[in-house]
């Protein structure tokens, strides 16, 4: 990554992770903290998930918008500082072992509420933040609050606001200041916050690594102000929607539902949609990991209404012509292909001539195949190393339910100097020749898969594991001194 000469490392956990007094993490002292404990622990990159609105089943995958940030994560101490709550107005603390998601929107909108029924309008900064950001805000505003009315799916929408006539729009806004207001404001707080958060980021030398959806969910304030940029019908309902084929692990595939792109009409607007969308989040973030990356090589298209996915066809992506436009409004960000699932060799042949880092995901390579391409010791120098990603088991709870054929392989061939499964995963990815290795908190933490933070496919239960206030920093940080120094020496395997 930044180091030529040596391997770094990172940890991925999301915000809402975080260590919290009430109920989820948000970007308030315990993120200060986290960071410096990242510092002690000789880490470099702090990864983290899109920090939009979360959507269905509270993914962070499934927005209502690309440009707009979950307002849970606002801290109410900071607010309390900044004279927008009272301290005997904050909720009872709620350390609960996973996050509620239903019970932190009870205590916290209300408060939210009020922090924005008191914030000065006229403040410059905040006038400031309307100017820079009308593009997108005033329409996720709108959308947000149409949403709240009618509910959240776009073909509930009064048919004058789902096609967004002039004088409905204007109508709906006039009646309903105040509540825009609310969105505006708290978007304002939301970023205020996390941008005094990345600045002490930055002063620290750490980076960190965003996070992106390639497909864009269907009932959101993108795809409402950007029909045509999609393929649907007149009526908002998508043409094609994405998906992946069968494979070993699904005989019917999966159907995603996301509408894909027009990729005709963004080659006509020269991706003037893409480009914005990657200028917001160079301003984010250092580093972007893109989410199926492979999409933009082809992609899996399978007729709207479909009962699976067993009926789509594969279609071109618009290739590395995608990349020499958009280059020059990424600014200094650095991409992160996740290429994971993509063995094609178009998949591969965009990977390596748009020369971004692909990924590499350990707990993949305990197969006893020697030439498999996720053993450490097949690495190329430009890969990110995961032992595994929010989507995966955790690295214990991989080992606790492998076959015993892996099992043995992998005490094979791992190093032996530590203990315990996770650590041992770990200790195996450090020494390896990637650029970076990014490590799950919950694998420093060597906890099973009740801490996973994602299944795939399934409903209920994700997105939910936090970090526990009574972690120990101080000897964790030991531990990850300890593994990382393969990291500091550039041992490789």
């Known amino acids: 990554m930044r180091s030529k000469d040596k391997g770094e490392c990172g940890v991925l956990m999301h915000i809402s992770s975080l260590p919290s007094k009430y109920g989820i993490g948000t970007l308030g002292r315990e993120a200060y903290n986290f960071v410096d404990f990242l510092c002690e622990a000789g880490q470099r990159y702090w990864q983290i998930l899109p920090v939009v609105p979360v959507g269905e089943g509270n993914s962070p995958y499934k927005s209502s918008s690309c440009f707009a ?39 916290k909108l209300p408060l939210l509420q009020l922090a924005a029924e008191r914030f000065d309008k006229r403040s410059r900064d905040y006038k400031n933040f309307l100017l820079n950001n009308s593009e997108w805000l005033e329409n996720y505003a709108t959308f947000a609050c149409i949403a709240a009315e009618y509910g959240e799916l776009l073909s509930r929408f009064p048919q ?13 806004r006039l009646s309903h200041r105040e509540q825009l207001d609310f969105y505006r404001i ?30 864009i969910s269907l009932d959101s304030a993108d795809v409402w102000q950007n029909p045509d940029a999609f393929k649907l019908g007149r009526d908002f309902t998508p043409v094609r929607v994405a998906g992946v084929p069968p494979d070993r692990f699904s005989q019917s595939g999966q159907l995603w539902g996301n509408p894909v792109y027009d990729w005709d009409f963004h080659r006509k ?24 990356f492979r999409a933009f090589a082809s992609y899996y298209s399978i007729p709207y209404g479909a009962p699976d996915a067993r009926n789509g066809v594969w279609e071109h992506g618009p290739g590395m012509s995608f990349w020499k436009s958009v ?3 990424c600014g200094d960000l650095m991409i992160i292909a996740e290429d994971l699932g993509g063995e094609e060799p178009d998949v591969e042949a965009l990977v390596q001539e748009s020369g971004f880092p692909n990924m590499k995901v350990v707990q993949f390579c305990f197969d006893g195949e020697s030439q498999n391409r996720f053993l450490p010791k097949n690495y190329n120098r430009n890969c990110v190393c995961y032992t595994g990603t929010h989507d995966n088991e955790t690295a214990l709870g991989w080992y606790n339910e492998a076959p015993l054929k892996q099992k043995l392989y992998f005490d094979s061939i791992t190093p032996k100097r530590e203990k315990n499964p996770s650590l041992r995963m770990i200790d195996f990815a450090m020494r390896s020749r990637s650029a970076l290795v990014v490590i799950p908190m919950q694998d420093w933490l060597c906890l099973d898969n009740s801490a996973r933070m994602n299944t795939p496919g399934s409903i209920g239960d994700n997105w939910e594991w936090k970090m526990s ?15 990382c120094t393969g990291r500091e020496k550039g041992i490789n395997q």
């Not at 606001?161 to 729009?169: F, H």
């Not at 939301?190 to 030398?205: A, M, N």
């Not at 206030?469 to 593994?483: C, G, P, V």
């Open 69 to 107: 940030g979950e307002i849970l994560f606002i801290d109410l101490e900071l607010l309390v500082r900044d004279g927008l709550l009272l301290p005997d107005e904050l909720p009872p603390k709620n350390n609960g072992e996973r996050i509620d998601y239903d019970k932190v929107r009870k205590e």
């Open 160 to 172: 004058e606001l789902r096609y967004r006539l002039p004088s409905a729009m204007e109508g709906f």
């Open 186 to 215: 708290t978007q304002y707080l939301f970023y205020k916050q996390y941008f005094e958060l990345k600045s002490y980021v930055d002063k620290k030398g750490l980076q960190i690594i965003g996070d992106i959806p390639f497909y």
């Open 269 to 292: 607007t020269n991706y003037g949609w893409w480009k914005k969308r990657l200028k917001f989040c160079s301003k984010l973030y250092d580093v972007l990991r893109i989410d199926h």
């Open 327 to 329: 280059e020059p409004y």
């Open 469 to 483: 206030q009574d972690t120990d920093y101080k000897a964790l940080s030991e531990i990850m001194r300890r593994i």
